[in-house]
């Protein structure tokens, strides 16, 4: 029987009903440019302000301070590079951790290249951020630490507000959070997180359309703008507003934070349900990521003797869609750099496979997708010499 069963949900998330029917009036009656004085501008522009209200409140943080961007990337950007050039003359020193996402990682690498000194985090064998180490580079010339919230491969959620609380007693220092797996799913309140001064969020992760996120900039923070144009966003992000996507990721996040602890209870209880079977039923396995401190929708393994781009397609073929590591690194053959900075081989990083759950999964699913891994973990080790070799023993 041919199954389609959908199990990236950190990759992606499909639109809910509820947003799409926000969006469609926006894009069909209400579609004028919020920065047009005429009614149809004046309708745009109350839509734009009103999501902003409310993303402000699931957060929150005042409205003023939500900027609306393009996605996750654009906000990492626009957050570490609006930071760091506004900045430049307070110091030169820069703090991330070795498992942050592309779009943290490489914004800093350009800004290594522009004679920043970036400093790049251990992470402990369950991904959780060296703390001590944190402390340790502090110093009068930190200008910014960016650190995420939550993992996108392994799900470990990092003790955000311990973090900030060094970053602010030992520094000057602005802290930027990437929310972009946590926003939706954690309980993100700006008003208790106080340390945090910068955060990215992405609406397709949580069930609103791509293309939309968010940077929340606390009041009083230095930045500037980096895509360069209009006056839109308070001169901070040039661009004409998308704003049915802006309307789309508020209701979605309306939802969300509504829904948020039935619907995280229910996924918690599938995942350690998914694990539990994966880590009985199977041998020579291991679960990356933090037992505990883990994103509710998030199982990611390691199979010994098994190569995860083979396994990852395999498993396709049975109609079960997930991922070997992060969406952004399947093209690249290197290993993931976060599986890598926990500790593993590069060939158990080979051998990954990342489960990630969410409003369409039943039981049944990962109970079929666990007896599809067995099968499919055991014909691949069959052709595996290193495997036979081994179980000769
Ligand atoms: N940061 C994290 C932690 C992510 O998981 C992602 C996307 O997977 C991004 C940033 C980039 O977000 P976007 O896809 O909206 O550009």
């Known amino acids: 029987m041919k199954k389609d069963i959908y199990l990236d949900y950190a990759a992606t998330t499909f639109v809910r009903q509820e947003v799409l029917d926000t969006m469609i009036p926006l894009m069909r009656q209400s579609f004028g440019n919020p920065s047009s004085i005429h009614n149809f501008g004046i309708e745009a522009k109350k839509a734009v302000e009103k999501a902003r209200t409310k993303i402000a409140q699931v957060f929150g943080a005042n409205s003023e301070d939500i900027y609306f961007t393009s996605g996750g990337t654009e906000s990492d950007n626009l957050a570490i590079a609006g930071v760091a050039y ?13 498992i942050e996402h592309p779009a943290v990682m490489n914004a800093c690498k350009r800004l290594e290249k522009d004679g920043f000194k970036v400093d790049y985090l251990d992470v402990d064998e369950f991904g959780t951020v060296d703390i001590n180490q944190l402390k340790e580079k502090l ?16 799900g470990t959620i990092q003790p955000i507000s311990k973090i900030g609380e060094i970053i602010k007693a030992n520094s000057k220092a602005y802290f930027h959070v990437d929310a972009v ?85 229910r996924l918690s209880k599938l995942r350690d349900g998914l694990i539990e079977r994966v880590l009985k ?9 933090h037992k505990e401190s883990r994103l509710p929708n998030n199982a990611n393994f390691s199979f010994g003797f098994i190569e995860g781009e083979s396994l990852l397609l395999r498993m396709n073929q049975r109609g079960i869609a997930a991922s070997t590591g992060s ?15 926990i500790g593993l081989s590069h060939e158990t990083a080979h051998g990954s496979y990342r489960i990630t759950i969410g409003k369409n999964t039943i039981k049944e699913d990962l109970d079929y997708t666990v007896d599809a891994l067995r099968e499919v973990v055991s014909a691949l080790r069959s052709m595996s010499p290193l495997y036979r070799s081994k179980e000769k023993g």
């Open 181 to 265: 797996q946590a926003a939706g799913t954690v309980d993100v309140d700006l008003k208790k997180l106080a340390s945090i001064d910068l955060m990215s969020f992405s609406a397709h992760k949580f069930y609103g359309p791509k293309g939309m996120g968010g940077l929340f900039v606390r009041k009083g923070t230095k930045f500037s703008a980096v895509q360069l144009g209009g006056s839109q966003e308070r001169k901070k992000r040039a661009g004409t507003e998308n704003v049915p996507g802006i309307i789309g990721m508020a209701k979605a996040l309306e939802l969300a934070a509504a829904e948020r602890t039935k619907e995280n209870e």
């Open 139 to 154: 110093t009068n010339e930190t200008i910014l630490v960016s650190i995420m919230f939550a993992n996108n491969e392994i």
């Open 281 to 289: 039923e199977m041998d020579y396995v291991r679960l990356n990521g």
């Open 86 to 98: 506004a900045n430049k003359n307070k110091g030169g020193h820069v703090i991330t951790s070795k």
């Open 327 to 341: 969406a952004c690194s399947t093209a690249s053959l290197e290993p993931s750099h976060v599986l890598l900075a």
